[in-house]
């Protein structure tokens, strides 16, 4: 029997190869591919063994690529990004089910309601949900799609603008009857995972509001249990009215709009290029996640 493309080296030589060329250095590319730096260097040397010529000219701890390095890996790098590309679309139709991500935040009061009211319907496909305060827990291969926080959509992926962040205090209708100024009331915080978050002092700081310095401020270390102790009226929680709507629409919370403040972020739902197929796009419709 013939064979084919009995020029190419083995795939794994030309990943090695390809994590190099991209980081332009040895050890950030080890790194990438968990792998040793003397496991690199190896594998490059073998494929330089295997083409016939050099690709890098190793001086002690100093390397220079030599002209033909450019070349290939730019052909390595598309050639992988397309096979790459294939077979996610293959393990797309291979499944009819759909995997979210998002933050706990999000997934606890946005992402969960809405996916519990779409497996009430008849036959619904199968919905897994994974909740991080971690971007590099979400933005992986295993989900199909992410609610992402941030100020733009990174880097090879696509999707649609779901609503700008908005900041400001929420509390229980009966507390504000009882309470209705700020420094009266008591100031629910909590622990900030990330400087993307805003807590009591960023609105502070950001607003100007004196009144807020005079309030007696208690950390409950999460964002949720702010929200939870604010339902049962035990003080003023900080959200976004987009990501609270339900407990907003229900009136176990009242947002205070006077003390609003806008942050230059907003949230996404968001795929890798290239992923996003009829089937899957279908499903986020019917979660309410996209609009038709």
Known sequence: MKKHRRS???LDYLLFFEAVARQGNFTRAA???????????????VLEGLLGFSLVHRQGRHINFAPEWLKIANKTSEAL?????CLIQLQAVAHIGLKLASNVAVSQFWLTPRINEYLLRSNPAPITSTASDKDSDLINHENDAVI????????????????????????????????????????????????????????????????????????????ANTVYAAIKGKGLALGC????????????????YDFQIKTERSYFVIWRNGTMTQQRQSLLNDIGILSQ
């Open 148 to 223: 992402y926080y941030g100020e733009d959509i990174p880097k090879g992926w696509e999707g649609n603008l779901l609503f700008k962040e908005v900041w400001l205090p929420l509390a229980a209708p009966d507390l504000l009857t009882l309470k209705s100024e700020l420094s009266s009331n008591i100031l629910l915080d909590f622990e900030k995972m990330t400087p993307k978050w805003v807590n009591w002092s960023d609105l502070a700081d950001r607003s100007g509001i004196s009144e807020l310095s005079k309030a007696q401020r208690i950390n409950l270390g999460s964002y």
């Open 31 to 45: 790194e990438e591919l968990n792998v040793s730096q003397a496991t690199v260097s190896k594998r490059v040397k």
């Open 8 to 10: 190419l080296p083995p």
């Open 81 to 85: 990004d397309h096979l790459e590309k």
């Open 241 to 256: 009215p987009d990501v609270l709507k339900n407990e907003i629409e229900s009136e176990r919370l009242v947002p205070l």
